[in-house]
């Protein structure tokens, strides 16, 4: 197998605040192959989207990268000069941001802002750049592009505002579309065709899409591959194909997930939420990071943390008892801390 | 737009009579005949006639009459406006008649304004350039470097110019250039006895503005580096930023393009509201500096009871009031699409 486009490895990602070093990102390693679609899962604060901004080196004053290495097509981009940066950022790798609300700048028209990749990028002429952006709005199938392209943000809605971010963000055809939370902040009917779109644009430029979310139901329909995220830890890594059947192992993090959706073909009365909220990143458990929430929690991961392992065929688990069966027995309810 | 600003223009006529004639009540409430004052003049004539008394009782009355003050309130309002004739004729603003300067031999009050304007104009329209020009730089760099040690030192040196107040400022400069150092002239417009003309003139102006100008600027440094930086800060902290740097811009571009535009905004207002009060600032450094300027002869016309003058420039403060709020709305629409007036 040829090296992956982008491959994370042992990154971590610190910040610095006034009450000491938060470990946003702490050892996470994962790799996007070219045209496939990685999903990232996690509840808010579990580092997902402050590692896909780590990748770009976009991270706020404070935080900075102290460890690990991130590969770009055999390149660590770590050791780029800010030049070099220019250059990848929105031109081989680009983003789309959660809140479509705010991500443009509200003082310029549609068409400066979609203009901008083509100028930096490509070294067309305005006029050019201008026409390019026209085309590109038509693209993501907005009606009436030429009309558009001269408003301003806050003339449009935030469904057509997501649609000129992936514009922009697909403008120069990148390797890697980041898409962090592009969805989370529009309506259901909006939502699907903003995914449709992703995906025929990927189909049409091969594009690579690390999908960043905490909506399982999203993942499901994206995703090939799916990293699960907590505190800053990748906790579980396997095929979605493998993840969404029922299979014989998971980290109980994502069977947690996995009860907490509510399904059609459903006979339970209540959904099971997972007890509890992500803990302070200052004041981390010793052991295991999800242990105080775990309902197979016994004292052994309150005492000592796993380690991720290989537990099946592309799956790997940060787990003490990955096996459902076994930790779900009667026997491990005994050995548990929690209930 | 063209609509908008003609509404605009309509409103500032009528918020200008509203302002005018409660000005105009103001100054006539005064306790202060100018009849008399006149009529004094003619009181040595009279001393040997018989009747000195009632003579001067009837000049007071004659010269009431000649000033229209005999007249009720709103009569005398109305011909100072110059809609109403005041013993038979027209003789009023609106007849280019502002008023006579009673302390400067009788000149008509625009005359004596003119000359103070074009110093006061020139004063300050010179300090907000050069302040605007070292504060925008300056407040950017601070954002930029939020939290490093020069943006604290920056910080630091701007909260101590801003606790000073202006005329503390100009007397220590005072002291240290005039007295010390002997840089620039104590106070005044143009070396005394000087006959100098064209460029000559000009530059011994410039010489003896200078500390006055410097003075002026170095006031207004402080509030307006913070203000600057704080909305820069807040302009830097917007999503829009962060997506300009995902798509691979220039930090210069994200930084004087993308993040200037939207902390234009809030300083467009400050600007022009501190261009207006500039005017009136200018009194002090006027005052402390012997400058011929508008504030010094306000001053000067309200301690001589020069009223008709005072009046008249009350009425350009309110007019650069109005104007200003007028731009600043204009400007407000130019640099932000989301007030823009479309109608």
Request: aromatic share 8%.
């Amino acid at each position: 197998m040829s090296a992956p486009l982008l491959e994370v490895k042992n990154l971590r990602t610190y910040f610095k605040t006034r009450n000491g070093t938060v470990k946003a990102v702490n050892d996470v390693s994962y790799s996007i192959e070219r045209g496939r679609t990685l999903g990232i899962v996690g509840e808010s604060g579990s580092g997902k989207s402050v590692s896909a901004m780590s990748i770009l080196r976009l991270l706020d004053a404070n935080g900075y990268i102290a460890d690990g290495t991130v590969t770009f097509d055999g390149r660590d981009l770590a050791t780029l000069s800010t030049q070099e940066m220019y250059h990848i950022r929105g031109n081989r790798i680009s983003v789309i941001f959660q809140e479509p609300m705010t991500s443009l700048n509200p003082v310029f028209t549609i068409k400066k802002q979609l203009s901008e990749p083509f100028i930096i990028h490509q070294g067309m002429s305005k006029k050019e750049a201008a026409e390019k952006s026209v085309e590109m709005l038509r693209s993501v199938q907005i009606p009436n592009p030429e009309a558009v392209a001269r408003q301003y943000p806050h003339q449009l809605s935030g469904g057509m505002r997501q649609r000129v971010m992936i514009a922009m963000a697909l403008s120069c055809k990148p390797d890697i579309l980041i898409a962090d939370e592009p969805t989370t902040a529009l309506d259901v009917t909006v939502q699907a065709q903003i995914l449709r779109l992703m995906n025929e644009m990927q189909k049409e430029n091969g594009t690579a899409i690390m999908f960043i979310t905490h909506d399982l139901g999203v993942i499901n329909e994206m995703a090939d591959d799916v990293v699960v995220m907590y505190c800053g830890q990748v906790v579980e890594q396997a095929p979605a194909s493998l993840i969404f059947a029922d299979c014989e192992q998971s980290h109980p993090y994502t069977e947690g997930l996995m009860f907490s959706i509510p399904r059609l073909n459903d006979d339970r009365s209540k959904l099971d939420p997972i007890p509890g909220a992500v803990p302070h990143p200052l004041d981390l458990p010793k052991g295991c990071k999800f242990a105080p929430r775990c309902k197979y929690c016994t004292q052994k991961c309150i005492d000592e943390e796993p380690k991720l392992e290989k537990v099946a065929d592309g799956q790997l688990v940060r787990c003490f008892y990955p096996s459902k069966s076994e930790r779900r027995s009667p026997s491990h309810g005994e050995i548990t801390v929690n209930n | 737009m063209g609509k908008y600003i003609l509404k605009r223009l309509g409103y500032m006529v009528i918020v200008m009579l509203i302002l005018s004639f409660l000005m105009f009540l103001v100054y006539t409430m005064i306790p202060f005949d100018r009849a008399v004052v006149e009529a004094d003049k003619f009181k040595a004539g009279y001393k040997n006639a018989p009747n000195s008394g009632e003579l001067y009782e009837q000049k007071v009355e004659e010269l009431r009459r000649e000033l229209g003050t005999d007249q009720n309130i709103i009569v005398r309002y109305l011909g100072w406006l110059g809609v109403m004739p005041i013993n038979g004729t027209y003789q009023g603003i609106l007849q280019g008649d502002f008023g006579t300067s009673y302390s400067n031999n009788n000149q008509p009050a625009q005359e004596v304004l003119k000359e103070p304007m074009k110093n006061t104009v020139f004063i300050n329209i010179f300090a907000t350039v050069l302040a605007l020009g070292i504060t925008i730089p300056l407040g950017i760099f601070c954002a930029v470097h939020r939290g490093g040690k020069r943006d604290t030192a920056i910080q630091v040196a701007t909260i101590v110019g801003y606790s000073i107040p202006m005329f503390i400022i100009a007397i220590v400069f005072i002291w240290l250039f005039a007295v010390e150092l002997k840089w620039f002239p104590v106070s005044g417009m143009k070396t005394p006895g000087s006959n100098y003309t064209g460029f000559k003139a000009f530059t011994d102006k410039l010489y003896y503005m200078c500390l006055p100008l410097l003075a002026m600027t170095f006031a207004s440094l402080g509030s307006m580096t913070r203000y600057v930086r704080a909305s820069m800060t807040e302009a830097l902290s917007l999503d829009c930023i962060r997506t300009a740097r995902a798509k691979g811009l220039r930090e210069k571009v994200v930084v004087y393009s993308h993040a200037w535009r939207n902390a234009l905004i809030p300083i467009i207002t400050l600007v022009i509201g501190w261009f207006i009060g500039i005017f009136s600032g200018s009194i002090m450094i006027e005052n402390i500096f012997g400058l011929n300027g508008v504030g010094r002869t306000y001053i000067l016309c309200l301690n001589n009871k020069d009223f008709e003058v005072v009046l008249l420039l009350q009425m350009f403060y309110v007019i650069i009031g109005l104007v200003g709020n007028l731009i600043t709305d204009l400007a407000y629409g130019l640099a932000d699409p989301r007030v823009r007036v479309n109608k």
